[in-house]
């Protein structure tokens, strides 16, 4: 084992460490900086700009929990837009639904993307090698202010750019917001991941929030525990349509649309999606 | 801010630190060593023989997912046994159920007692004001072996004894729930913590559930999240009869007698105690 | 052992944590916020607003570096002024020279020289029962302004005020040297902690020593390691004669005088002594 | 900055830690782990196997000490060996001296001297330029078993091998020692680094050095700052015949000697490779 320890603050007052048993690579992109390393507990953990963004112990539990309630939203998905998720596990979820015919993965970062074919093969090596899948690297307002394409799913995993509960979140937010929303299809779902649920009240998070709720009609936040991430994980989905969440409806739906669709969920599994969608009344409270 | 940092492994490769704003007590009691200190963002946070108890940012949330589902499950408890406890939050929420005449709560550590009405008065003073509280500083296991009385519900917030995913649980637990079983009434129910839900095989937990299996008809692992834990908190429900857990009966019935009891749960909330027992598959697996 | 860790920066890089076997004592009085804990190799371990001050295993080091070079260049002390010093050693070191008749501690804070007595009663023991000892508890600028009195020698322990290397040295030392220069016999001698020598520029320090220069005619910087602070520890003697510094001379008197006088030195020795006037040129350069 | 922190223990109580500018390289060798980074305060940092060996900041410090000493006390030295010394510092400030005819430096891993030629290029440009030295990728023990030659001055600084306070520094010192006497030739010296030197007996040194006293007419520990390494730092020179180490005499030819050999010594002086032989007695006890 290594004697490096990749040291996060977990908040004002307490902070995570880890210690490496070996750092696989460790540098820059033209657009991040990134670190890989493997951990005993945790093994491959991704870094980029100082946030672990995925383990390989849990990575399945995060990226099943990104995809699945708005694909299982969603009717019968043919077109998806996967924002980031450049190690190709967002891909990789999305297309396990038998009914999708194309996925567009749109990543600004094609060094990071070589990266982690190179370190992390078997997480995406399903999604590049389906025929499915077109990769671009563009930046996001780009790709959206120029694709005439429309997409009954839209699935967020970038790292800055529209997570809600970043500090620059409200503004980025509404324009980011303005240009995707003619790019999602009427009834379409949006997903994307939302930082830590925290106690307490979460102003970034109201902001952000507000926002969505401005231009979707039916805005709503999930959880799940990512055990290396140290939190319960936060996930938005949106709506324009009004979206049934009640729990008899939701186990139901979640639980006939994963056997019929021949989803595995070995990670998490229907129930613990429809369940993401209860969190504690008091890390809720910061919505 | 003091320059102090406690510290805890979370698992062999990663720890949790978190900075004291200020040391409010630190000693040994004839039975454990305790430390009291406040942190920015937790608040009172509670450590005995370097593990956290409680903290005063998120106690609501660890105390009523410990208290209510049992208690929700068992129709009209009467007399509850409350084994440990020192803070005085657990019989606290025992003691919001209407039906409730008798809470007996054994604690070996009348010091520690002591202390947590000195540092965290607010904790426990409904609970130690109700004349339906008798507390009795005692070891748990003289206190099994002797006593007449039985119970319709005991919730278990032991440290060390009973948990079932320390080392010794086996033999431990055995020996314990040998004692315990006979003082739960006839379709009574047993809540006790049962540490983080992690990744992977866990042979403790496993060895520990199998224990509960051969002593009651019902076993079930649940989990929420305690954000100042950072990891998913694991506890069990056991009962002598066979417990209705499918997510259409659970939260109804949760949602139905918390509104009949007029249960506040302003922590969790009905529906985020049922989502409890479906937990992602991947930390499920430990069982 | 507790889950406890004192963590002190070094410098903006690097930090020296020290794990606590026991908390002693942790508070504030009414100047200053205080820690006394067990650490397993240092021993006891007094901290200050943040600030390490001595530790059990090595305060001999740096109490015998602070008060004898002065001491040993002084040809027959007989008064002794301490600035600070609470926890008695330093006055005991001064006590140990024969000639000395009398010794002035003036030290603002009254409960932490108490609770030096409770936590470190060796300490300072021989020094607060000699009768040549005379404490005051007021603040130094305000006895150096009010006393007829003047000393031999000087030495200043003080945590903030003089310490030549604090951001404020400049100013504070300069109103501090005019009312100290005084109340210094002709031909006597200051010596002050000096805070770590380290590599580079420090223009603290050196505003620091211009301020001395301006005063004084001899100012020289030495340096000894004091292995619990993790730095070589710096000090400044001062004086209104011309000092000889040439290792021959200084050696020769130090070794002398030590014997003639009949200290011990067993944690320095004379020659140790000596030797730290002369410091690597890389540490002297931020002079 | 990089959230990456290297942590290495000081004693079992407590630990230093390093925060990372940048990881310039991290891998294995045939021979050992390596991982060279920068850091804000100290500049590229290279550790091996965990322990940090030089920094950029203070290395002239280091390598100053390890060498001057040992050729200032030999008459005029001809002949040298460096024994490890990958990073070419040590050879540079042996090949300083104008009557070295011939340095030959031993050093097992040639993938090591080379990652030091590419990231630490000016540490050993010097040296590796000059005709004067010859570089060998061999163990040390092959060599010193298969070599005729002989040597004016013996310089060791290897990581683990002959570091007499290692664990098992007796066995292997007694062997190695046993190899290098007969080449280091009549009235040669030896000079070896010998880890930190810290307060209390340490039986390891006590042992290495009584191996030492076995072969050796003379030896003597002594001990400068680094301040990068957090702790004073022990070498020991030893010789054949007797050492002339009183303080008068030995500053007198420090000074003479790197004087009339036109040593400039710009991190240390001859100074303060005299007074290095003077450590205070509390860490001296250690021997």
């Keep these: 084992m290594t004697p490096l320890v990749y040291s996060q603050d977990a908040n004002p007052s307490d902070a ?8 696989l690579a460790a540098g820059r992109t033209r657009f991040q900086e990134y670190l890989f390393f493997r951990s005993r507990t945790n093994g491959v953990t991704i870094v980029l700009d100082g946030d672990v963004q995925s ?24 077109t998806v837009l996967v924002m980031g998720g450049g ?11 038998p ?9 600004i ?4 993307v070589d990266l982690c074919r190179r370190f992390i093969p078997e997480w995406g090596r399903s999604a590049f090698a389906d025929p499915r899948l077109e990769v671009r690297y563009e930046d996001i307002f780009d790709y959206l202010a120029r ?6 799913v839209a699935i967020g995993d970038l790292v800055d750019a ?20 003619p790019r999602i299809r009427e009834g379409g779902i949006l997903a994307t991941q939302a930082g830590a649920l925290r106690v307490g009240d979460d102003p970034d998070r109201r902001t952000a ?3 969505l709720a401005a231009r979707f009609a039916s805005v709503a936040t999930y959880g799940i525990v990512v055990p290396s991430f140290y939190h319960l994980w936060g996930f938005v989905v949106a709506s324009n349509r009004a979206l049934e969440l009640a729990p008899g409806a939701l186990f139901e739906r979640f639980e006939r649309e994963a056997g019929r669709r021949g989803l595995g969920l070995p990670a998490t599994g229907a129930r613990a999606l429809a369940a993401a969608f209860y969190p504690p009344a008091a890390v809720r409270a910061g919505e």
């Design 16 to 23: 995570v460490s880890r210690r490496l048993e070996e750092v």
């Design 87 to 97: 190690e190709g596990a967002t891909a990789r979820e999305v297309l396990r639904h």
């Design 209 to 211: 929030r507000a926002g």
């Design 147 to 152: 694709t005439p394409d429309s997409f009954d």
């Design 162 to 181: 529209p997570d809600p509960v970043s500090p620059a979140a409200e503004l980025y937010s509404r324009s980011f917001y303005e240009r995707l929303a």
């Design 99 to 107: 009914s999708v015919e194309r996925v567009v993965m749109v990543d």
């Design 55 to 78: 383990c390989e112990a849990d990575e399945a539990i995060y990226h099943e929990a990104l995809v699945h309630p708005a694909m299982l939203l969603s009717e019968e998905p043919r």
């Design 109 to 112: 970062d094609r060094e990071f």
